[in-house]
């Protein structure tokens, strides 16, 4: 049986002789508007694109989310599907941080490793100065996905570790994740010339507002990380 549609039908030229459309041309707009006080603003627009050079019966196609930002009415893209289904959302919090090619020794505990060279920032929620630098303050509450990667020795060279230890750990400003997960003991027996890479990452439910950062403590003796070959990244899953 026939179904109710809802059918946006666009062209260039005229009604009476439409022509074909070309890559990039808008099909159609569904538009959202609120108002104001004094007229109807935009809030939000879904935008019906051809995505690549169109033919006879080939009609590649985009759409695009758009919403205004908190002050605006002129609303931004905030993700996109595009004709081979890629979904991409530019505004999604992600990041990727390093450090500098050269070694910072640590003592001690409680020691925050901070990595202020910044190839990837999006939003600007990872700090590179200020009282949270080193950190990640998440924008909004949701599921995260953090990742490390530290490049670290010990200071004196030593090939016997006895009871010595680097102690690495994802730290929230909830508290420790230690104990989930988030906790990594280097050893360094027979590796005097302080090339051991350690990896670790975390799925962490988060609140906004909330931050995250590394921590490491030494035990025994002083370690010291490479930051060109240390990196601290992570992005909101959803």
């Known amino acids: 049986s026939d179904k109710a549609m809802f059918q946006m039908l666009g062209s260039r030229g005229t009604n009476a002789s439409p022509t074909i459309l070309q890559s990039g041309d808008t099909i159609g707009t569904l ?8 007229s109807y603003a935009q809030s939000a627009n879904i935008f019906f694109t051809v995505s690549t050079t169109p033919g006879d019966g080939d009609m590649p196609g985009k759409i695009q989310f758009a919403t205004a930002s908190d002050g605006s009415e002129s609303p931004s893209t905030r993700m ?5 289904g890629f979904v991409t959302t530019p505004n999604q919090p992600t990041f990727h941080a390093y450090g500098n090619n050269s070694w910072t ?4 505990s409680n020691n925050i490793v901070k990595l202020l060279n910044s190839a990837c920032n999006v939003g600007g929620h990872y700090k590179t100065s200020g ?13 995260y996905f953090f990742y490390l990667t530290l490049y670290s020795g010990r200071t004196d060279n030593g090939q016997t570790d006895n009871n010595d230890y680097l102690s690495i750990n994802f730290i929230s400003s909830s508290g420790s994740l230690s104990n989930n997960g988030g906790h990594h003991i280097r050893h360094y027996y027979n590796e005097g ?3 051991s890479t350690s990896t670790l990452s ?3 439910t988060c609140t906004a507002g ?3 950062h590394i921590m ?7 370690y010291q990380v490479y930051g060109g070959h240390s990196g601290f990244g992570g992005y909101l899953i959803g």
């Open 202 to 204: 975390i799925i962490k």
């Open 193 to 195: 010339d302080r090339d």
């Open 131 to 143: 009282s949270d630098e080193g950190k990640f303050v998440c924008p909004i509450a949701g599921n």
């Open 210 to 212: 909330e931050t995250m």
């Open 31 to 38: 538009s959202a508007r609120g108002y104001d006080g004094n």
């Open 105 to 108: 020794q640590y003592t001690g």
């Open 216 to 222: 490491i403590s030494c035990n025994g003796t002083g």
């Open 80 to 84: 996109t599907i595009d004709h081979n």
